[in-house]
């Protein structure tokens, strides 16, 4: 059975990391490649790292910065923000990203997408979708961190990037955006009912449960930001909760949660003495493997 990639998502906004609360409030964290190492070293399965304000100051990522992610980090690593031309996909693949997620040039360059696809293989192009449900109940797609309105649904606008050639959809709920209440299930299933690639599910994950849940609409791949900013073992914790509930995920960190049992908020509840025990004599620091 494949497994279901965890991603840990790094936004970026004045050259900080940041965590986003509905596309309007923005808390500093700290330095990009820090929240980059960590994820990296506590068993995250890919990385997309995202300059949220690019876009708008029509920019893209230099090929510095992209080297400099690079280096903090094993897994596969996305890089998105203000790309538009085949030119970015070029230096930012060179500088060591694996893949490109684009935004407003599925609109405003679609050929970008055909072009690189035919270029580097459509494996490494994801076509990010920001989505806000309207009155009548319709998802639709907004560009530049959720102000400029594609006047299209995500389902149309995910159609549309897979035509051209793009190799997995990021769906965000901007509504659900750092509210932990939970994915908005109803919009991904219409994505994923709409194309015949991967999509990947982001916005609003608050508990590993509601990963399970989004698990169970046929994505390829769950994605949170500010859930695995909160503590350093999230990535550890939420891949055991997973894993205990039978969802097809990996967990071959050097350290487990398999022993412990986790409270309502996902955070590793008061063990007896003598597990407590038995994890000290098992536990071998990394530096020592």
Known sequence: MLKTRIIGVVLVRGGIAVQSLGFRRYLPIGTPEIAIHYLDRWGIDEIVLLHIDATANQCSPLAAQVESYARQCQVPLSIGGGITEVADVTRIIQAGADKEVLNAALLTTPETITQAAALFGNQCLVVSIDARRQ??????????????????????????????????????????????????????????????IPVIACGGAGRPEHMREAMR???????????????????????????????????????????????????????????????RFHYIPEERI
């Open 217 to 279: 609409c046929g994505v390829s791949a769950v994605a949170a930001a500010n859930f695995f900013h909160f503590t350093e073992h999230s990535v550890i914790v939420v891949k055991h909760a997973l894993k205990s509930s039978g969802a097809p995920v990996r967990l071959d960190s050097y350290v487990t949660y398999q022993n412990f049992t986790l409270d309502q908020d996902s955070r590793a509840a008061k063990q007896p003495d003598e597990v407590l025990e038995a994890l």
């Open 135 to 196: 009155p009548d109940g319709r998802c639709m797609a907004f560009t530049h961190a959720g102000t400029r309105p594609t006047g299209l649904t995500a389902r149309q606008l995910a159609q549309r990037a897979e035509t051209l050639g793009a190799g997995e959809i990021f769906i965000t709920s901007i509504d659900r955006d750092g509210s932990r209440q939970g994915y908005d299930l109803e919009l991904i299933r219409s994505v994923v009912e709409a194309v015949h």
